[in-house]
């Protein structure tokens, strides 16, 4: 993948209506990408401290939001501690969004990019 990097705000460089945040807290699920449709990966050092701060984020900028369709593809997995999270690392998502794209498969896509100590696994 080619990439730019620069220091202005991507509210500068792309029109409103063409950003989608992407945050595990959205209550919209992302179905497909869009090429015309510029996403951003929120991200955090620190789950545990911020909350749903990528989705208020998203809405303070008044932008379109989107979350992977892992509830959707995926069921809770069995485990000792319990554990379920839909919170991903920034390249996780960057590696599920590529093999989406790929393969135009959700189960893939995610297969490959949600790992087991997230608690979420594909059906059998």
């Known amino acids: 993948f080619q990439m730019d990097t620069t220091q202005e705000s991507y509210l500068d460089l792309f029109p409103l209506d063409a950003i989608v945040y992407l945050t595990p807290d959205s209550e919209n699920v992302l179905e497909d990408i869009d090429p015309n ?27 379109q939001t989107a979350r992977l369709p892992i509830r959707e593809y995926m069921v809770k997995a069995d485990n000792t501690k319990n554990y379920h999270s839909e919170t991903l ?3 996780q998502v960057f590696d599920i969004l590529s093999t989406y794209y790929e393969t135009r498969s959700w189960p893939a896509a995610l297969k490959a990019g949600v790992s087991s100590g997230k608690g979420y696994v594909l059906p059998e």
């Open 37 to 63: 449709k510029v996403y951003i990966l929120g991200g955090l050092v620190d789950e545990s401290v911020h909350k749903k701060l990528t989705l208020q984020r998203a809405r303070e900028q008044s932008l």
């Open 89 to 91: 690392a920034i390249n």
